[in-house]
């Protein structure tokens, strides 16, 4: 059989496209507006990496079907694009920020008028603002009176789903059964995954599971239970994520990990399993569990390790920075036994050391629980603010010698680097405090989960599920 020359196939094409033009059909103008539907996804996952980028589709279906829609009806099409970029956009933050469900996300948006969202406004936020609202333009600009491109994008979208099938991805509907032959998702529905996601949580969430190695509640349960006259302390610090590179992850430890504290205490330097947000930290190192604060009831909280040694005798107190109404703590720390601190007023104690969440500053936070562990017989928690991402990079003072050159051998991101400078200064601040302290309380200093940076490069910085764990025992 003969092959087709080469202008033959050139003309064969031309005649496709003269067919499909006669029809109405305009390739370049489909090309397009596929490319302006999807480009806001496709730049998060080649250009920042976001969290879990390997799992977000090649063909959004929301997308495909809204601008359908806004084939018929410009209005319910704009709803729909926007509607069907907000179930992505939340989904992905969700994701970022450790948030087990979007709807703990959309929940949180209650809390907003506690924050400073002006630190949020960077430019990279602003530029994607811009590209939705120009993508929304140009799409209901092409879109507009042309029925036409109804059949080709469902054509795309049938297409997509076959070879997602053929490839072993069954996450277009929320199946959870890869089975890859390539590492491309290519059809999906966010807004399926955002429903998908809320239902399997909502499940969890009515059997309460106890974390399977909860190392910082069973030591500090052990130790307190056989020292009920000593005191102990838990220090829950926010987005200390495990360092990869072993030289930043030394770097880290050297700040807390002194000759003149292990002259006092025995130190171990441990890591520990995370999961969730910050909440979620809080309740796996209080309680051993891995729960929604919402779901802990009276009869789940008896268990907590406050309510433990209140039963013994053990008073308990909490201190953070921050507002209790966040997250609901003036709620349920005391439920789980904690005795929230006040804060004095009249600008008696350091604020606002953090951009987006003004609050009492992590130095007085840990000079207080110190303060308050001097005492015997109690349990002191105590949960940093400082260390909350967004950075304000321009605020921040320069690296350390020592610090930037294990950051630039092992390539490591500015800002990721900054962040560890951070932390090891708070850790080398606490140092300070313990070393000039009357009591030797038992210690644990434990991250509550990792840096929940949006772009790869820092992310990747990180362990992706693991943080630093520093327990000080009393010699």
């Known amino acids: 059989m003969r092959r087709p020359l080469l202008g033959e196939r050139v003309t064969s094409l031309v005649t496709t496209e003269a067919f499909l033009a006669s029809r109405g059909m305009n390739l370049p103008r489909f090309f397009v507006l596929v490319v302006m539907l999807h480009a806001p996804s496709w730049f998060a996952v080649w250009i920042l990496k976001v969290p879990r ?19 018929f009806s410009p209005v319910f099409g704009a709803v729909a694009l926007v509607f069907a970029w907000a179930a992505d956009g939340t989904r992905a933050l969700a994701m970022n920020y450790h948030f087990m469900s979007t709807f703990d996300l959309v929940d949180a948006v209650r809390f907003l008028d506690m924050l400073d969202l002006r630190a949020f406004m960077a430019l990279p936020l602003l530029g994607v603002a811009a590209g939705l609202v120009l993508g929304l333009v140009v799409t209901l600009r092409l879109t507009r009176n042309s029925r036409h491109l109804v059949l080709p994008l469902l054509v795309l979208a049938v297409l997509s789903v076959v070879c997602d099938f053929a490839n072993g991805t069954l996450n277009t509907f929320g199946l959870n059964k890869d089975r890859r032959l390539i590492s491309v998702n290519f059809a999906g529905s966010p807004t399926w995954n ?28 052990d130790w307190q239970m056989a020292h009920l006259d000593k005191s102990s302390m838990l220090i829950l610090i926010e987005s200390m994520g495990l360092p990869r590179d072993p030289a ?9 990990m002194t000759d003149r504290l292990k002259a006092r205490w025995d130190v171990q330097q441990l890591q520990e399993t995370f999961r969730g947000s910050t909440t979620f930290g809080e309740l796996r190192t209080l309680c051993g569990m891995r729960a929604h604060y919402s779901q802990v009831d009276d009869a789940r909280a008896a268990g907590c390790l406050p309510r433990l040694l209140a039963a013994e005798g053990v008073s308990s107190v909490g201190i953070h920075g921050f507002g209790l109404r966040m997250f609901d703590r003036g709620k349920w720390w005391p439920r789980i036994g904690l005795q929230p601190w006040k804060w004095r007023g009249g600008g008696a104690v350091a604020m606002n050391c953090n951009s987006a969440f003004p609050g009492v500053c992590d130095a007085e936070v840990l000079a207080e629980a110190v303060e308050q562990a001097q005492a015997p017989g109690r349990f002191v928690y105590a949960l940093t603010l400082d260390t909350h991402l967004p950075l304000k990079l321009t605020r921040l003072p320069p690296l350390p010698v020592n610090l930037k050159i294990a950051c630039d051998v092992s390539a490591t991101s500015l800002e990721a680097c900054q962040l560890i400078h951070q932390l090891g200064d ?6 300070s405090m313990l070393a000039t302290s009357g009591a030797t309380p038992l210690l644990v200093v434990v991250g509550d989960h990792g840096p929940p ?7 990747e910085a990180f362990e992706a599920d693991s943080v630093p764990m520093f327990v000080l025992s009393p010699r």
Do not use: I, Y
């Open 248 to 256: 930043l992850k030394k770097w880290l430890s050297a700040r807390l």
């Open 194 to 221: 955002v429903w998908s996601m809320e239902r399997q949580e909502r499940e969890a969430r009515d059997a309460v599971m106890m974390v399977e190695t909860p190392s910082t509640f069973h030591t500090l349960r």
């Open 53 to 71: 980028a390997a799992d977000r589709p090649l063909v959004n279906l929301d997308l495909l079907a809204a601008a359908a829609l806004a084939c």
């Open 426 to 431: 708070l850790l080398a601040s606490l140092e």
């Open 453 to 459: 940076f949006s772009d790869g490069a820092n992310r």
